[in-house]
Structures are given as structure tokens and as C-alpha cells.
């Protein structure tokens, strides 16, 4: 078996991939990628048909050896990277010869990276995922010596890049109504819209919380609420008032009142939103928040078309002889009238 070797890295890495859908009633959460736009977008650079599992790395990546020659791509949160001590750029892919060494540091701008392949990550499925649930004791974070199997890599698309995205830096986050939303008065409502919230450095792949100066958010009657289901994105009211946004392996069932719930289009802003960045939550109706996801839907299928050959310093390329320098030849002594 042959892949990629972790040789050290950061207590946060693990493999994800779209996640366990359809779980719910059994009480295991989606799980899955924090940032599911990057597994799409590293699906454009390696001409995937369907995102492909990753290694997602949260704040700090590793070093890790390639035990086979592979195409990698480098989505997400930027990370400081370099092959051989070559440095390399992000949203972009990457040929790894075997015995080449693969360095990635900490996060740049962002929460999440990704480091995806072209032949994908051969681990066995489990309830139709690969991706670790580490709450739900399914699978577990990556460690130093662990080989990551790869499947067969029989295409090279290094050299494509796509350019970043602009949701690493806070801004407005959309949401719609929750089923509590009405126990909070319009008062409140109006407090929270008008309201600029700072990251927390509190937060994991469960939720992320929030901070504000002022008093906390309360809702009526909220000691008597029963616990009921509950799901990514939703805005749970803690016990001092402050949001904590709820991320895929959040608990099946809450009881904290929620004021409402962010839109599919925005999470991946959201978590990728880093501690100290500031945000405000932006309530739009259900028929906006409709239109907004077709329009996310028909960018993620766009992606590809925005991809791009990258301009490289062939003194830098270690997979040169692999690239089609020439795509035709001519003779100098061949008549130009002869068929």
C-alpha cells in the first residue's frame, strides 16, 4: 500500500468528506467538512466529478512525505506551503514526486485548509463516509506515522489554479427564522440585527461562539423549552445570552432558544470566519434565502470554468518532463504546398 505519510503535524487534521446525511434519528450528526466550498473547489482543480474526501486541517497543517508520485490540491484557508523548500501557492494544484517532502504551516487567513488528491483517499466507508466524527467516536484525528492510502493517480493536472474566494474575512452572514425565533421580541430582533459579533476563540468542529459587548440575548419563557432537534447552522442562545452557531457535529437535540439559522450559502463564510474577525447577521426571508442557494449551486458548478493554467518558473518545476512542452512540430525542409 502506498500513499502519503503524515511524518508530523498539528492535534487538528483529520478526513473529511461531505459527511453522513440521513443520521439524525439515530442521533449521529452529518459530520463532515467544516468548509464544504472547498472540497468543491478542490473537486474543479483535479477534475473530480463528485468532492472527494480531504485531509482538513484547522489552524495548522504538518509535514508529510510522499510514498507515491500524486497530484495534490490546496484549498480553503491559506497555509504557509512548500515542496522540497520550494514554496508553493495555495488554491492550486501540485505534483508530488515520490520521496518528495510536502510542508504546510499555519493558517495565513482562515480557520480550515484542505489538502485533497487527484487519485483520492482509499480509506474503508463507514455508513457510506469516510470522514472522521471524532464526538460521535467514529474515526479519529490524524497522528504522526499514519499512511493516508490513495487510490491510482493515472492523470496529472498540476499547474491549475482558481482564485480565492472572499470568505475568510467576517462580513454579513444570512439567516432565516428559526422555529424559536418568535419567543425572542421584535425588540431583541431588532438588538441582534444591529449588533457587530467578534469570533470567539472558543469553538471546534461542533459550534463556534460569539462575543458582543452589551447585554445577552434572551428569549420568553426559554427555561421551559424541550429539546428537539436541531442543525447546522442554527443559533443557539447560551445560558449568558450569546450565539453559539452550531457546525456539523453538533448535537442531534437542543434545548437552548435559537433566534435563527444561517443560510447553507453562508456557512462556509462562517466557519471560516477567524477568531477576532467581526460579523453581523443579516434575517431574510425564506424565498431570498432560496434564490441565494440556487445562486451558490450554479457558482460551485461554474468552478471549473474559472480555473486557470498557473505561470510557473520551469527552474522550480520538479515535474517538468511530464508537462507537453511542444503540441507540434514542423520541418524546415518539407514543401508548405504538400498535403
Known amino acids: 500500500m502506498s500513499g502519503l505519510r503524515i511524518t508530523s503535524c498539528g492535534p487538528t487534521l483529520s478526513i473529511q468528506d461531505m459527511g453522513r446525511p440521513g443520521y439524525l434519528e439515530q442521533g449521529l450528526s452529518i459530520s463532515g467538512v467544516a468548509d464544504q466550498l472547498a472540497l468543491y473547489e478542490a473537486g474543479a482543480l483535479l477534475s473530480h466529478n ?19 508520485d500524486m497530484t495534490i490540491a490546496l484549498t480553503g484557508a491559506s497555509m504557509k506551503a512548500s515542496i522540497d523548500s520550494t514554496q508553493v501557492g495555495w488554491n492550486a494544484t501540485h505534483f508530488l514526486s515520490k520521496g518528495s517532502d510536502l510542508k504546510i504551516g499555519g493558517v495565513q487567513n482562515g480557520v480550515y485548509g484542505y489538502l485533497s488528491f487527484r487519485a483520492g483517499i482509499s ?55 428559526s422555529v424559536q425565533s418568535a419567543l425572542f421580541s421584535q425588540q431583541e430582533q431588532r438588538r441582534f440585527a444591529n449588533t457587530v459579533f467578534i469570533r470567539s476563540s472558543r469553538g471546534n468542529r461542533m459550534g ?28 443557539q442562545m447560551t445560558g449568558d445570552g450569546r450565539p453559539f452557531v452550531l457546525l456539523p457535529e453538533c448535537q442531534t437535540t437542543g434545548g437552548y432558544p435559537r433566534i435563527g439559522t444561517v443560510i447553507p450559502a453562508d456557512l462556509p463564510k462562517l466557519v471560516q470566519t477567524a477568531p477576532g474577525k467581526k460579523v453581523t ?20 458548478k461554474r468552478l471549473s470554468e474559472m480555473a486557470f493554467p498557473l505561470l510557473r518558473d520551469p527552474s522550480t518545476i520538479n515535474d517538468l518532463l511530464s508537462y507537453q512542452l ?11 504546398k504538400e498535403s
Open 208 to 235: 463556534v461562539a460569539f462575543d458582543f459587548e452589551g447585554d445577552g440575548f434572551a428569549a420568553e419563557g426559554q427555561l421551559s423549552i424541550l429539546s428537539e432537534i436541531i442543525a447546522v447552522g442554527d443559533i
Open 123 to 177: 480509506t474503508k466507508p463507514f455508513l457510506g463516509s469516510r470522514s472522521a466524527h471524532l464526538r460521535g467516536g467514529i474515526g479519529k484525528a490524524l497522528q504522526a506515522g499514519e499512511l493516508i492510502p490513495l487510490g491510482q493517480d493515472n492523470a496529472n493536472t498540476a499547474g491549475i489554479g482558481l482564485n480565492s474566494d472572499k470568505r475568510f474575512c467576517g462580513g454579513v452572514i444570512r439567516i432565516v427564522p
Open 281 to 300: 447577521f443579516q434575517m431574510i426571508t425564506l424565498p431570498k434565502a432560496l434564490d441565494a442557494q440556487k445562486t451558490f449551486e450554479d457558482d460551485i
Open 50 to 68: 463528485e468532492p472527494q474526501a480531504a485531509i482538513e486541517m484547522a489552524g495548522i497543517g504538518g509535514a508529510f512525505k510522499a510514498e507515491t
Open 326 to 336: 511542444i503540441s507540434g512540430a514542423i520541418s524546415a525542409t518539407a514543401d508548405s
